[in-house]
């Protein structure tokens, strides 16, 4: 006799039931894990208005999804554009962003529609022209809920097709065939989510050089013991550009300011300094949160400036917590690259973490210090993640409880030590 618990328990429990009832049951099932799923994307939109750094760690609601969710990249992205899409955001300045597809999100919620036919109407609505009236934009939404309480991704596709051709008959402008008299651009962008980022335009020999200085920075790293690189290529050239942009300003070899490699200033006050809480100011950027300001001083090039109550310079950082090339040499043969558990990303793209931050008198020595990619870098300042050096003198990371309630520590297996 099968117990309840195994396969075939579980078959002999509906092998009695009607045909009827199999089939509303498993509608029922169905409703419920939309309306679960529901659930968690608003419980995702207000961590992700809270600010996902400072609740998670993570950069982005994306990549907080992947590590935590343990599901693929395109997945993470997916749902995070769900999230997204679906509920209002704030932004800097307590402003409220209304959602994208508000009506999508209450047929959601009902656990009418699901993920493929949220993704399709959800396509459609980006690509309306900001031109068109709101009211019309919502009486396309509700054409394609109406649709999709019945119908599936495709059909809903098609439908939004039809729809864009009605509210935006021109189409897109045509392409300009000329892009060698395009006059170069570049601005500094704020998206929904509050993540900061750059949109350009390009001359024709700007564009290649740039694209051929960050090709060879963004190929997929070599899988070691069968794990691949989980980037996308997206994600890998912005990895690639991070670090173009760091080696541009920790060079001596290029011109500054003044005579000097590149430096950033970062001003907060003594109390916030001493403290621990509060914001700091990032030139030409704005206010950034203490623990940003921290990250920032594990660089030498960027420089604190603490103030005191009346706003005075007391004192402006020099270049004290760089490791000396000998200490880097160390650390390259010891780590092999960044230290994190289950990260690839070689030593030139890391840099040194005092694992006892400098301003609670940390030292610049070996056992102090780790090296971490940008990515991981951000992690260990923003999360619950530890990391300390065991007494074999490596580098190990204890997860946030909520990952996992052994506090097991863990070690990066991925890097050839010699």
Avoid at 30 to 37: M, V
Avoid at 183 to 190: G, T
Avoid at 280 to 294: E, K, N, Q, W, Y
Avoid at 297 to 310: E, F, K, N, Y
Wanted: glycine fraction near 8%.
């Amino acid at each position: 006799m099968a117990s309840e618990n195994s396969p075939q328990g579980v078959r002999s429990e509906w092998w009695r039931t009607d045909t009827a009832t199999l089939h509303a049951r498993k509608q029922e099932i169905e409703i419920l894990k939309r309306q679960l799923d529901a659930e968690q994307n608003a419980i995702l939109a207000e961590i992700n208005n809270r600010g996902v750094r400072g609740c998670s760690g993570h950069s982005t609601l994306a990549a907080l999804i992947f590590e935590d969710f343990h599901v693929t990249d395109k997945e993470a992205g997916r749902r995070a554009d769900r999230v997204l899409a679906l509920h209002p955001a704030v932004v800097v300045g307590g402003e409220i962003v209304p959602p994208l597809a508000p009506l999508t999100a209450e047929a959601a919620a009902e656990g009418a529609i699901g993920g493929g036919q949220i993704d399709a109407i959800i396509r459609t609505l980006t690509r309306i022209p900001s031109t068109v009236p709101e009211e019309d934009v919502r009486s396309g939404e509700k054409i394609l809920v109406d649709l999709a309480r019945h119908a599936g991704p495709r059909q809903i596709a098609r439908a939004g097709r039809r729809l864009l051709d009605k509210l935006d008959p021109d189409g897109k402008e045509p392409r300009n065939e000329d892009p060698k008299d395009v006059r170069p651009e570049l601005r500094f962008v704020q998206h929904r989510d509050g993540t900061l980022g750059l949109k350009a335009t390009l001359d024709l020999e700007t564009y290649a050089r740039l694209k051929s200085d960050l090709d060879p920075m963004a190929k997929p790293h070599k899988a070691i013991a069968g794990v691949r690189d989980s980037r996308s290529q997206d994600e890998r050239y912005g990895d690639a550009f991070t670090d173009y942009v760091r080696l541009k300003t920790t060079s001596r070899n290029l011109p500054g300011q003044a005579g000097e490699a590149t430096h950033i200033l970062v001003t907060m006050s003594y109390e916030d300094l001493i403290r621990d809480i509060g914001e700091a100011h990032l030139d030409l950027v704005g206010p950034i949160s203490a623990t940003d300001a921290r990250i920032l001083a594990c660089d030498a090039r960027v420089r604190p400036g603490v103030l005191g109550t009346a706003g005075e310079p007391l004192d402006i950082g020099r270049s004290k917590r760089t490791v000396s090339l000998a200490q880097k040499y160390a650390l390259t043969i010891r780590d092999g690259g960044c230290a994190f558990p289950g990260c690839d990303m070689p030593v030139p793209r890391c840099t040194a973490h005092h694992i006892v931050f400098w301003r609670h008198h940390g030292e610049t020595k070996i056992d102090n210090l780790v090296l971490l990619c940008t990515k991981h870098h951000r992690l260990i300042h923003h999360s619950e993640w530890k990391v300390q050096i065991a007494q074999d003198g490596l580098p190990e990371f204890t997860p946030p409880s909520y990952l996992d309630p052994s506090g097991e520590p863990r070690r990066n297996t991925m890097h050839l030590r010699t």
